[in-house]
């Protein structure tokens, strides 16, 4: 009787941790997306002198990474123009107010942008519009844009510029483009946003006559003929990235309503303007082909919303992932401007975030814009960091492309040093660039807990470097460190523990 009742206890207590590790593990997933975009076209840079927009940029990113975002879309390529060293394409106006006027002093803010993101243990996306070339006909461009070499490659549409998508030498060009950023930039992934043929204008058809009479042979109508185009990019930037580094992804970011019920019984119960109908973005067939590697529709919607509601579309999306990575495409502003439809005494935020993680094909959000998290517009920011990401995540493992984990670490071993009390350990061996280890997981446990390195809330670090400072006290406490090793896909290799005296 008496062991029994002291038992009862210690089995408790252990029922106890075992729903908590449950619980933390459903509540706060170990692997989730969380990304935000940074734009240019707002002109957050423009003119903004070298040493305070870098300033500015690392203010955002350490902000950012306090909100437990892990992957940063930076927009290089807003006009067919560069916020990098471009090989092909001249200095961006968003970022010096003149196109093709070098920064001064010299920077290339997406190598400064892609070393801080790997710094603080995310991704860099580099997203780039692929056919704009004027957001205003009024805007002056560089004598060395290559519309000046190939004016018969572009038309103009309103009062934009654009690349022609029939044109093989428009598709050839982007590709170009597309094949320097990857080979010279250590980028994780590219981003194209919604932009594809442009959005429609009331009254007038896309000037693309001309096009269709030469290239749209074998194609009863012009609208099939116009998604072949977009297809045909696709597929080519897909084969151009996977040939020069197959670890690096390739991902669209269309909005957020593929097609109404009313056009085809298998769309959504919406009644908005469509990818596949309007701007001929055939966005399944490519996720279906396996061109894209992720997708995450701009659901800016509210819940509510009466021609496209936010609820509809998840769950939409949800069911039409084609076997492809799906995120969602958030809107901060409309998130916090919106109550709940019913608590009106709270934002939409907890409804959105519980609808995004009851889909086990949504692995993850965006926020939109990344600013508006920085500057904590109706307390966003404050909610991520206390409850929806209270504990970090690691990016999706994309095992289509890679399921091979790196080898474990090894020697991990606590020193003394002159900066204090380290945990070191020496990185794996690796057979080719998909194996190399490129950063690493830190764990804690107490001394007699049991290791479980599917909980979120034990991970202390993810961190490019092999070693740790140890918060040292009084010697007197004993911990267990626990080291794993990711790959640049973010396998996971077995785990490594060290017990250490803190």
């Avoid at 500015?56 to 123009?81: C, H, K, M, W, Y």
């Avoid at 660039?433 to 001394?447: A, C, H, K, L």
Wanted: proline letters at 7%.
């Amino acid at each position: 009787m008496k062991l029994r009742n002291l038992l009862l206890p210690v089995l408790l207590y252990v029922l106890t941790l075992t729903m908590q590790a449950q619980q933390t593990s459903t509540v706060y997933p170990k692997r989730e997306f969380r990304a935000a975009w940074i734009q240019a076209v707002n002109g957050q840079f423009r003119g903004v002198p070298t040493d305070k927009l870098k300033q500015t940029l690392i203010n955002q990113l350490n902000s950012l990474q306090g909100a437990g975002i892990n992957a940063i879309i930076f927009q290089v390529r807003p006009e067919a123009d560069a916020l990098y060293a471009s090989q092909y394409e001249p200095w961006s106006r968003f970022l010096t107010g003149v196109q093709g006027k070098a920064p001064e002093p010299y920077w290339d803010p997406m190598q400064f942008m892609i070393e801080e993101c790997h710094k603080r243990g995310m991704e860099f996306h580099a997203w780039i519009n692929p056919y704009r070339v004027k957001t205003s006909l009024k805007n002056e461009l560089s004598p060395i844009h290559v519309y000046n070499s190939h004016p018969e490659w572009f038309v103009t549409y309103g009062d934009q510029l654009y690349f022609d998508p029939a044109l093989p030498e428009s598709r050839n060009h982007i590709c170009k483009v597309i094949t320097d950023i990857v080979s010279r930039y250590d980028v994780d992934a590219i981003h194209m946003d919604d932009y594809f043929y442009p959005y429609p204008i009331k009254g007038k058809d896309f000037p693309d006559d001309a096009s269709f009479a030469r290239y749209g042979g074998g194609f009863g109508n012009k609208a099939d003929w116009r998604r072949s185009n977009v297809d045909i990019l696709i597929q080519k930037i897909h084969e151009t990235v996977r040939g020069l580094k197959p670890w690096v992804k390739f991902g669209v970011s269309p909005f957020g309503i593929y097609r109404n019920q009313s056009s085809d019984p298998l769309g959504s119960d919406t009644n908005g303007l469509q990818n596949y109908d309007d701007l001929y973005a055939d966005v399944l067939l490519w996720a279906r082909k396996g061109w894209i590697d992720y997708n995450i529709p701009q659901i800016y919607w509210q819940i509510g919303h009466p021609a496209a509601d936010y609820e509809t579309l998840v769950k939409w999306w949800a069911k039409h992932t084609e076997n492809r990575p799906l995120f969602i495409g958030q809107s901060v502003m409309n998130t916090v401007q919106n109550a709940d439809p019913k608590n009106s005494s709270i934002n939409q935020l907890p409804r959105k975030m519980a609808l995004q993680r009851a889909y086990q094909t949504i692995g993850g959000s965006c926020q939109w814009p990344a600013s508006a998290v920085v500057e904590n517009a109706g307390k966003y920011r404050d909610a991520l960091v206390a409850e929806y990401h209270k504990y970090p995540a690691l990016p999706p493992v994309f095992d289509f492309m890679d399921n091979e984990a790196p080898d474990k670490v090894r020697k991990v071993k606590p020193v003394w040093t002159a900066d204090g009390y380290i945990l070191f350990w020496t990185a794996p061996k690796f057979k080719d660039e998909m194996n190399r280890p490129v950063q690493y997981v830190v764990y804690r446990f107490g001394s007699k807990e049991k290791v479980d390195i599917d909980d979120p809330s034990r991970i202390v670090a993810v961190t490019r470097n092999t070693f740790y400072k140890l918060p040292y006290e009084n010697g007197k406490t004993k911990y267990r460190y626990v080291v794993t090793a990711l790959d640049r896909l973010h396998n996971e290799s077995k785990s490594v523990g060290k017990k250490v005296k803190l």
